[in-house]
């Protein structure tokens, strides 16, 4: 499966100053990298009302949302639970 990483993304990752946390997302990154296919990924939930999105919980405070095509997933954002709502209403 090929992966791709926003540049909303790698923005967001730059601001994560725990490194513990930072080390879990590389490894979920390098997860998905091996996955055949999103449904293999059983952390990831789909967003209601888009069949090509996905959410994830890291830890109890962080979000990772993804968009998938055929073969592809893009990473697109990395948000603290509270930015989430702040996002989605601009």
């Given at each position: 499966?090929?992966?791709k990483i926003s540049s909303s993304f790698a923005?967001?990752?730059k601001t994560i100053n725990d490194v513990s946390l930072s080390e879990k997302i590389?490894?979920?990154?390098?997860?998905i990298k091996t996955?055949?296919?999103?449904?293999?990924?059983?952390?990831?939930?789909?967003?209601s009302g888009n069949n090509k999105a996905y959410k994830m919980g890291i830890g109890f405070y962080?979000?990772?949302g993804v968009l998938?095509?055929?073969n592809e997933i893009?990473?697109?954002r990395?948000?603290?639970r509270d930015e989430v709502i702040k996002v989605l209403n601009t």
């Open positions: 499966m090929n992966l923005n967001d990752f590389k490894s979920i990154v390098e997860s996955a055949e296919n999103v449904y293999v990924l059983t952390q990831f939930k789909s967003i962080f979000l990772i998938t095509a055929e893009t990473l697109m990395l948000l603290h």
